[in-house]
């Protein structure tokens, strides 16, 4: 699976963004596609996945802000990110997870970079 993340950017505290993260190659019938960020220093962190059911989880530090999405037939997962604060400065890094019997497969695109300014 090969995963190109995309979106990024600077933007003010209170604006928003929205990362893309395509997924091409293998296809798994049940994944779960997540964005997780790391900021300097700071080790990496989840911020929200959805299974392909449509079932969601957030962090608490973006929950009633940022809305995970995802286009099943395109393979696309969204991060809509509203309200952002300097505190959501991090790289941000899109993961597609699957099982499939004993075997576990994990796949990271290249991080994009999202700097909220005060």
């Known amino acids: 699976v090969q995963l190109q993340a995309s979106g990024g950017g600077s933007v003010q505290a209170g604006g928003s963004l929205r990362l893309s993260c395509a997924a091409s190659?293998?296809?798994?019938?049940?994944?779960?596609m997540s964005w997780h960020r790391q900021a300097p220093g700071k080790q990496r962190e989840l911020v929200a996945a959805?299974?392909?059911?449509?079932?969601?989880n957030y962090a608490d530090s973006v929950k009633g802000r940022f809305i995970i999405s995802r286009d099943t037939a395109t393979r696309t997962a969204y991060l809509e990110m509203n309200t952002l604060k300097p505190e959501d400065t991090a790289a941000y890094y899109c993961n597609y997870a699957a099982k499939v019997g004993n075997y576990e497969y994990d796949y990271w695109g290249q991080g994009t970079q999202v700097t909220v300014s005060s």
């Open positions: 190659g293998t296809r798994f019938v049940t994944n779960v």
């Open positions: 959805i299974t392909t059911g449509g079932s969601t």
